[in-house]
């Protein structure tokens, strides 16, 4: 395929069946009968939220006439959805429990076996609940491929008001990041003539701005801004299915928390390290850096990395190496390319080591 033919045609993915509210943990195995006849599920979950949900889902599921294996991941990586593939032989659907990690891996593990996967969050972490990515760690750097989105999404606000806050407030960092992702996208189209979608970067850009507007209602845990904050996540998701890739969601920024991951491993959520270094792209932008500075203030997220425990070398670092991670996504870091005093200067002038 050419490359004029490639700017005009691309695949959307979006999820078949949506469903939001309270209380949805017990009525899984009716929905899923809902989206098409199955007969066995396997449970992708991880060992806390198994304890806690574990019971309910398998319950609703034995209830709809589905039998059932649990299967619980640690880490999210390539390695852990191999094994999941494997174990989902004889499997109709997989369904993922919990937040990111066995999301993601259940994703990935539904791709690699070729059956249908279900999203059943617990947490509002990222938004990986609705869309075709899939983020595991390989060998080689960490960042989203595309698979199929799940075909169905059940969200249990009330089960999800009731995880840690500090997994809220890393889905609000990850949703901000839509505020220069989009505008790393644009810049992609003029810069290097990429392919640019103006209806999912605009369903991604009203995705940051309504929880921006509901802020004060999520750092509070409040059901009402958890519910805003699901929905938005969700429809970033969708963004990135109607654009046929991460682009309206994942930009400079997660470029840079991307190689946080490498030099700072284990150390802050994804969607904290993304919130912070929205603001250094959008400064990089020229954009009102402050604002989303602010805006995780007023959520509660951390506002810098030392807060993380990441040292200010790590982040200029990170800027650095961040272009080198996807060289052939372009950004405002590949525009820009700072060198390791630029970047210190700018870690300096927005007080974020």
């Not at 649990?70 to 494997?86: F, G, M, N, Q």
């Not at 840690?164 to 990041?177: K, T």
Request: charged share 25%; hydrophobic share 40%.
């Amino acid at each position: 395929m050419d490359a004029d033919t490639a700017r005009k045609r691309h695949l959307m993915r979006l999820p078949e069946r949506v469903v939001v509210g309270d209380d949805l943990l017990g009525t899984v195995g009716d929905e899923i009968r809902e989206v098409r006849e199955a007969k066995r599920a396997l449970v992708i979950t991880g060992p806390n939220v198994g304890r806690m949900f574990g019971e309910v889902v398998g319950r609703s599921l034995r209830d709809a006439g589905l039998d059932h294996g649990i299967l619980i991941v640690d880490s999210p990586t390539k390695d852990e959805a191999r094994r999941a593939a494997e174990r989902a032989r004889g499997f109709d659907v997989i369904i993922g429990l919990g937040g990111g990690k066995p999301i993601d891996v259940a994703k990935y593990a539904a791709h690699l076996a070729g059956i249908w996967f279900a999203s059943v969050p617990t947490s509002a972490a990222h938004d990986g609940i609705a869309s075709p990515m899939a983020s595991l760690k390989d060998s080689d750097a960490p960042y989203s491929e595309m698979m199929s989105p799940p075909r169905i999404v059940i969200a249990d606000i009330r089960a999800i008001s009731s995880s840690p806050p500090n997994l809220s407030r890393s889905g609000f960092g990850d949703l901000l990041a839509k505020v220069t992702a989009t505008k790393d996208w644009r810049l992609a189209k003029v810069e290097v003539g990429e392919y640019y979608g103006e209806y999912a970067a605009h369903l991604a850009l009203l995705s940051a701005q309504v929880v921006i507007s509901n802020r004060k209602l999520i750092g509070r845990m409040e059901e009402d801004g958890i519910r805003v904050l699901v929905e938005a996540l969700i429809s970033a998701g969708v963004a990135a299915g109607i654009a046929g890739s991460s682009r309206p969601c994942s930009g400079s920024e997660h470029l840079i928390s991307h190689a946080l991951d490498i030099i700072s491993q284990g150390k802050g959520l994804h969607g904290e390290k993304v919130g912070i270094s929205t603001a250094i792209a959008a400064r990089l932008h020229g954009m009102n850096w402050r604002r989303i500075l602010r805006a995780l203030d007023d959520v509660g997220a951390p506002t810098s990395f030392g807060q993380l425990g990441i040292a200010r070398e790590e982040v200029c670092r990170a800027i650095v190496m961040a272009p080198l991670i996807r060289p052939n996504r372009y950004t405002i870091l590949h525009k820009v390319r700072p060198d390791h005093d630029q970047a210190c200067s700018l870690v300096d002038e927005l007080g974020v080591a």
